[in-house]
């Protein structure tokens, strides 16, 4: 990988950079420093990877974030892929372009991809530290799981259930490209979103059949799901979890909220969900055959049809 | 991952470029689509991972590569790290950022991608697409192995032993610098590299004990070899097989070499492995006991001590 320890010395003192990172990471950087990272899947389970790019002036804007939330941030929404499959985390490996302009925060950075790492269960792995002119981030997420949850699985007859509340990101990116500044709540919602990979993992063991995270926005990754499961979904668009500022518009077209959208029975106990992770689960609507000539999502406010811009239209995000 | 097939839809086109790409791919590209690649990693192996980044400018400059050679080379370069382990290959994934600049040559560069992934025997598992100002890719390769071969793990005894020949990517490099053009066969060395992949595996099942690929350049990485393993290399630079147009000084400089630095038994069966991969195999020192201040390469020229400068000093890889 030209993994971490094994950078050429002295060459524009990436070697003590890296030192550095791992001085701060510590125990939670293991088994780095040979050509490739070696890992155990446990026996029964299957391995699942994913990969995930944050590069500034595309994915964030610098003035938006400290250093640890650009860290933190980037780790999680690739985290948030192992939430989407109801893994178990096993490793995190970064690929790092660092500009000069960002050099003197590199450890701060490093310590929030420490914080997202720490918080998913996971370890750093490897790396590769690269000289570039816009700061960049690939993460490469490993986790395990005995029955991965895949997009495809809907069943008609099951409810479609939400995480947490939605709308905080759109609300910050769009506070932010106006040259305000957004609401905490907003705020912390795109700065320090949170991998739901325990709650992930409740919804698998309760029957969820399908699912993934919220990354596109809930109007956009409806009509995955639906299209994956080959069914419609019908979306009650007045049942969805806002924060405080947010309307039901606004929290169906935002992105980036690493919730997770899931297709599981009816009559969960959200009592249960929320004691146990501090989130609600709410049920916004249901899974039924697919219709032709129907939409794949048929998206419902006051009992009637409506349509929903797609997500992902508020700030350039490749 | 934002993974291939899960784009927004219609934003810049990035979902043409990716339907375009696994329209190339075919069957290369398998089970690309959901949150999460899935692998299976076979009972009683054990998973290896390396994450590899090249970036225009830092890694490469355009006018010296075709848009194939870009692809090509940034995935083997990934790739060698497998081989570096002894291990099998099983998926990449691809993390590009690809400026407008770029665009027009994105299918010549995933064709590029797509020749290395299947010479090594792999598949793409999945990716993702940004916007940027510079073309980088960093792959993540993942492979499985009963028994990675180590950095660690040479023992005095061992005969020292490295595949192929040196010295193409420094001559290739030197003379695009200059502005010149390089000779056919550095420039193969440069822009084709191949991922020792088999000839690995081979050194492996012959009792080779530790091992990396030439990444830094022959005198940095057993510099690497001897201080993983706590021993002294003795490395006879008169025994250097070179390309052509390299002497030997050139060919322990070279990086980016992706040829293979193994500790192993003497008296390897040469004619044997050139008949099965056609590269040769060739002893090029010892390894002895570390010595109380002595240096942990001696690097020796017609029985005498010489130095050799550290590899990467050619051109600014970070």
Redesign the interface.
């Known amino acids: 990988?030209?993994?971490l320890q094994?950078?050429?010395?002295g060459?524009?003192g990436?070697f003590d950079l890296i030192s550095a990172a791992l001085e701060r990471w510590g125990a939670l950087a293991s088994g780095v420093?040979?050509?490739?990272?070696?890992?155990?899947?446990p026996?029964g389970q299957?391995?699942?990877?994913?990969?995930?790019?944050s590069?500034e002036?595309?994915?964030f804007r610098r003035p938006w974030l400290t250093p640890e939330e650009v860290g933190y941030r980037a780790t999680t929404a690739?985290l948030s892929?192992?939430a989407?499959?109801a893994?178990t985390p096993l490793?995190v490996?970064?690929?790092m372009?660092l500009p000069e302009s960002w050099r003197s925060d590199f450890s701060r950075i490093c310590d929030g991809i420490g914080d997202a790492v720490r918080s998913a269960g996971a370890h750093i792995?490897?790396?590769?530290?690269?000289?570039?002119?816009?700061l960049?981030m690939?993460l490469?997420v490993?986790?395990h799981t005995a029955s991965?949850l895949?997009?495809?699985g809907a069943r008609p007859g099951d409810a479609l259930w939400v995480t947490g509340r939605l709308g905080g990101p759109l609300l910050a990116l769009r506070a932010w490209e106006a040259g305000g500044a957004p609401s905490a709540a907003a705020r912390e919602r795109f700065a320090r979103p949170v991998a739901r990979i325990a709650p992930a993992r409740w919804l698998a063991d309760h029957g969820a059949t399908a699912g993934?995270?919220i990354?596109?926005g809930l109007s956009?990754d409806a009509g995955?799901l639906a299209a994956?499961g080959a069914v419609q979904l019908v979306l009650n668009l007045d049942r969805l979890p806002t924060i405080a500022d947010a309307n039901v518009e606004e929290a169906a077209q935002s992105g980036e909220e690493y919730e997770l959208l899931v297709a599981a029975p009816a009559g969960l106990d959200t009592k249960a969900f929320e004691a146990a992770f501090g989130i609600p689960l709410t049920c916004i609507g249901a899974v039924v055959p697919p219709l032709p000539g129907e939409p794949e999502v048929d998206t419902r406010r006051g009992g009637v049809r409506v349509t929903v811009p797609?997500?992902?239209d508020h700030f350039?995000?490749?």
Chains 1, 2 share one sequence.
């Open positions: 990988m030209t993994h094994h950078l050429p010395l060459y524009g990436e420093g040979d050509d490739c990272a070696v890992l155990d899947v026996a299957r391995m699942v990877l994913s990969v995930d790019t590069v002036g595309v994915h690739a892929d192992l989407a499959m893994a490793g490996a970064i690929a372009t792995i490897g790396g590769d530290l690269s000289r570039g002119d816009a960049s690939t490469t490993v986790g991965p895949s997009r495809r993934l995270d990354s596109d956009s995955h994956a797609r997500g992902n350039p995000v490749a």
